[in-house]
């Protein structure tokens, strides 16, 4: 069964840090762009940041642009979200994703672009 496994969410403080990682099961995704998006309650699910396959190119949203930290280990074949500087509107449930093709160099944001999902983990930030 394919699976992406998110962990390292929680309950942390306003200026606090936290480490989402993601691991894959059942087949290999090293040459896949992954992608974490976001749902916060009662909102639509947003992207939040997004590395191609090599590691050569990454975007992020606006707001976590300067906090978070996205980065890869395709030995390991995981991903990982270093979260900074935690906002209480960085609450919500974080989902790892990985692309619908192999070997694309260019980042896509939509969720379209993504085949492969992960459960979530939640991150709740405290003020």
């Known amino acids: 069964q394919v699976q992406l496994v998110e962990s390292g969410g929680g309950l942390v403080q306003a200026g606090g840090s936290l480490r989402l990682s993601c691991a894959a099961s059942?087949?290999?995704?090293?040459?896949?762009?992954k992608a974490w998006f976001r749902q916060a309650p009662g909102k639509a699910r947003e992207f939040v940041a997004a590395i191609n396959w090599s590691g050569g190119s990454i975007y992020y949203r606006d707001s976590v642009k300067g906090r978070f930290i996205i980065s890869r280990d395709n030995a390991k074949d995981t991903v990982y979200l270093q979260m900074n500087n935690l906002k209480p509107e960085d609450t919500a449930v974080y989902y790892c994703?990985?692309?619908?093709?192999?070997?694309?160099?260019?980042?896509?944001?939509?969720?379209?672009?993504?085949?492969?999902w992960g459960q979530g983990t939640q991150v709740t930030v405290s003020s």
């Open positions: 059942g087949r290999t995704f090293s040459d896949y762009a």
């Open positions: 994703a990985a692309d619908r093709a192999p070997l694309r160099i260019e980042i896509r944001t939509p969720e379209y672009e993504y085949q492969y």
